[in-house]
T-cell receptor
Framework: DTGVSQNPRHKITKRGQNVTFRCDPI?????LYWYRQTLGQGPEFLTY????????KSRLLSDRFSAERPKGSFSTLEIQRTEQGDSAMYLC????????FGEGSRLTVL | SQKIEQNSEALNIQEGKTATLTCNYT??????LQWYRQDPGRGPVFLLL?????KEKRKERLKVTFDTTLKQSLFHITASQPADSATYLC????????????????FGQGTILTVHP
């Protein structure tokens, strides 16, 4: 257990539905990251927060994706109008130095 | 475009032997390189970090080398054990290590290591 908590761990949804994932980082970490990982591939960077400010977004993050980190604590990643191509493991990591990853939220879009 | 390749999708070795995993990259000048371990259904776990001006780093049975001329890192596990079986990922950090891009890692696809008893 790295101390980074993600919920839900698994989500199955139908195409077109909205889903939201939550990440609770290690409390003293001011940096928080979202990555996406598909089967057989390494994680891909999506976005990054320093405290409550979203500092960078990958081109992978289409308009259907939005991430927030109100008050610089937990973060949410919302995917609107899900597509089958969104099926993946969504990983959150927090950092003060090295990155600590959570266990991930696995999304399956039917 | 940037490209990272880990030597093979899978590596099988006998317990007690040294496992050597390779990470090659092109079109990239990383500030540093990291290695992670990932077990099935779990998030990656940080193992080692090596900076561009370091040639070698060790931690217990783990050793990492970094050759910026060859654009290659080697990851060694000595006296391997079945418990070392996992996927190992290398990750590169962009040159602007101290800026806003800190933590924006580019990962390889991983090598699945299986250590047989």
């Amino acid at each position: 257990d790295t101390g980074v908590s993600q919920n839900p761990r698994h989500k199955i949804t139908k195409r077109g539905q909205n889903v939201t994932f939550r990440c609770d980082p290690i409390s003293e970490h001011n940096r928080l990251y979202w990555y996406r990982q598909t089967l057989g591939q390494g994680p891909e960077f999506l976005t990054y927060f320093q405290n409550e400010a979203q500092l960078e977004k990958s081109r992978l993050l289409s308009d259907r994706f939005s991430a927030e980190r109100p008050k610089g604590s937990f973060s949410t990643l919302e995917i609107q109008r899900t597509e089958q191509g969104d099926s993946a493991m969504y990983l959150c990591a927090s950092a003060k130095g090295e990155l600590f990853f959570g266990e991930g939220s696995r999304l399956t879009v039917l | 475009s940037q490209k990272i390749e880990q030597n093979s999708e899978a590596l099988n070795i006998q317990e007690g032997k040294t496992a050597t995993l390779t990470c090659n990259y092109t079109n990239y000048s990383p500030a540093y390189l990291q290695w992670y371990r990932q077990d099935p259904g779990r998030g990656p776990v940080f193992l080692l970090l090596i900076r561009e001006n370091e040639k070698e780093k060790r931690k217990e049975r783990l050793k990492v080398t970094f050759d910026t001329t060859l654009k290659q890192s080697l990851f060694h596990i000595t006296a391997s054990q079945p418990a070392d079986s996992a996927t190992y990922l290398c990750a590169l950090h962009p040159p602007n290590a101290g800026g806003t891009s800190y933590g924006k890692l580019t990962f390889g696809q991983g090598t699945i290591l299986t250590v047989h008893p």
